[in-house]
């Protein structure tokens, strides 16, 4: 189909939508939003991709290194001796594995490019970056290079391959190794610590994805009210949805090309180099990537299909409206539903405290923070008339017209101030109970948490595997000032008996007796008290003095509330007690796990703070498009007095101080819902993190300004361009 | 070109309509008259020449001389009359007790009863009679009405066009009057036909 001029009618029709879309009234909000929204899109779709490549890649790798086992270590093919093992920087674990070679032909594993010597290590670059306050480039001996990417899950992984000294090789307790590379992966290193991939993949299609639609939504429709008034008028014109369609996707192209342009520079940059994700510290690999490479490059052409395609549905036929009158809404909430909110407030705050058991506290929490959201827009509706009501009388008592026209407007329509600031109440308490939530420890973590603040490393327990002496070496290798017990459990009666040198046992005040002695536990030293209720079946506990220390736990204690080097008791015990010899604080490893746990949990907060950061600038574009229809009222009235400041002032008190408001309620709100989490009544333990929420209230302020200057400069950019026109 | 050699007088206290064709320019001869479109040649409002002024003082000028009725009022649905009418005014820089009482003796002065009631619940008639209350507020010496009457029925139609040809005497101004309708049109001191880019004056209107 071709017109007279020649141009086929689809590419004029294009035309004329791109020509709608730059002389639209909200256009340039409309623009952003697109751009936004097709980038968003396209991030979401990227993300999906790349967990799959960086699953694939882990997965990969790690069949290359995991071992071909021998049947024995007399094996004729056996070459290498093999043990995994764990240790941990920063609360943090992570995988070690020891190796020893058998034959001068030992294979190594991929990454390493030479056999370290014994006592020494070859780390991970990540590792050795993360472990320098923990010293260690010195805990498994020397360091003797760094593994290369082909070797690692992910270029951010911590790993390392250990070489014991030869004494301490045990081969009985290692396995043999013919060579590295196998069908599939063993599952050590980064695969033992991470989410299952289903986890991430509905946390991208939940706090990605859908916020992503909503922007694609609120965008499509930003300044609907001229574009339904057109897809009307060009319905009576007979033109079809294919008209429509071509209409609306040249005006929306433009921004939407943009946006997947932005996408696609963010996709390339994760073909071209390691992307390291802030939050969570992890680090994509370009391998992988690049590994996914069409679907990394399409996400931004798919981003492209899916906006446009959203644009299109978004503006379905219009029946011409019966009058000119504004209808109020057919579906209205019951009048008491708005006053169901404080009550809620009071389910969620003080509800958990009457619950009998913890599961129906959780559920009582729950309900009252959902039920608590789902009310609030519409409270915020009430107050927001109010408000409106008390704007409008004192601007006219005082003669401020600004704060007299977003009043009477506030008002009148409710609604769009309540989806402003509700939208951003939610998205704060949203960010906040992401951060509560990925923090909570449970019962005993929290108590780990007390026990480590009181006694910390001032006592320190080693696991001597066997029942032998503590070597020499290993003793002299400790901090100064060091003594060591070692304890001993009587497995039938659960009876705990600490033994030792008379000077060791004198350093946390018990008695020197040959014989075991009783001790009183009032009065204890507190790091005997810690030690007695973590690490003993609190069935007794006596001293004992002795020159041949006996017992599978050995205690280290420092000077009166000096603490211990963790990280030199480390380096000693590698050096001359073994391999994967144990040493942790009292408590520590029960922290340990619950710093796993929210390690975990930060990939839960990164997507929060996406989907947060998506939502408000859905709700952003959609109130700017709303003032900016709303502001050409007062056209005319401006242009005619001259006055543009008046488009500062009504942009204040109807952007930028419901944002504002919103902010301070919302972290008011949280504050509040946040009580039962914070305080033991839920199961304690979740820390309210004022950085984060500062961080939190310094943006939105940001934000409030932005778009309050945003909208004013609209507005005066509309007024610039206003003719009289009744034509 | 859409005027060639436009040639128009409006002493204070006499009222002119321009009748034309859509497309023929009467919407832009208001603007002209605002300097929100500068043609060659010169607009004097007031004594002084649009043309020649800066944006500030073109709108500062505008403010003290001008006031305009449109078509469809232009007003804000969610304010009362008497809020719509001393808008103006406080945008003008009057003092908001001056503001509000020389509204509301306006009001009642054009016959708005109602001026404490929002404006989107007032019927046709008493909007565009606020809109007129409107423009005259600030005292102008100039009042441009761009088919005030264009979105009214019969009655309201003539009612609006009595009280604004009233306006020139009563108000001490100009008044020009942009419309379609004859009949509203015939109620001017002088009657202009806009054709062709030329302005030609209808006799004995």
Redo the contacts between chains.
Sequence with gaps: MTSAKGAPLWWQLFRVGAAAGRSASAGRARFVALACAALAVSIAVSTFTLIFAAYDGRDERGADRTPRFAQSASDPEARALWKPAFDEVNNTQFSIVYLAPLRADAPLPPGVSAWPEPGQAVLSPALLAAGRSEGIETRYGAVAGTIGEAGLASPGEWLAYVRPGTDLVVPESMRPVTRFGSFASLGFGEAMFVQPIRLLLVLAAFMAAMPAAALSVSAARAGSDARDQRTALLSALGGGWRTRAVINIGEAAVPVAVGALAGAAAAAMTLIRNTHLPIVDFTVARADAQHWWWGVLGAPLAAMVLVLLCVVLMHPPQRRPQGTRPRLAKTRLPRWWPYLCPLMVFVAVRGPELAPTPSTRLLIYAIGVGATMLTLPSLVGLLAAAIGRGLAAAGRRTGRSGALVAGRWAAAWPGATARLTAGVIIAFVLVGQTQLWTTRNTGPAVQAQQTVDRVGSSIVLVSHPRETPVPQGFLHALPPGTEALRLKIEPKSGHAELNGPCEALKRVALPCSPTATPVELRGIDPRLGELYSWDTPAQGLSARQTTDPQGPLVVLVGQSGQQISVPAVKQAANAHLGMSVTVDTVAGSWLTSASMQQHLGRWTLLFGIFAVIVIVIAIVVSNLAEFVRFSRQITALSVLSGNRTIYLSTSFFALFMPLLGASLIGLTAHYWLATPMTSNTYSGGSELSWPLLAFVLAAATALAFLVWLWGAYGAVRQAHNWRPAAD | MLFDGLDLRLPIGESAAVMGP??SG??TL??CA?G??KPQGSVTVADADLTGMRR?Q???H??RY???V???G??????TAL?NVA??A???GT??KD??ADAERLLVELGVPRAKR?TGTLSGGERQRTAVA?ALI?KPALLLA??PT?ALDDTNRNSVAELLFKVPKQWECALLV?THDEQVAMRADRVFHLADGHLLERSGG
């Design positions: 859509s497309g009467k919407s208001i603007s605002l929100l479109v500030r073109l709108a500062r505008r403010s001008t006031g305009v449109f078509q469809f232009e007003l804000l649905p969610e304010l809020e808008l103006a406080l945008l003008a003092s908001r503001a509000y929002p409107r600030n761009d088919e264009g942009v």
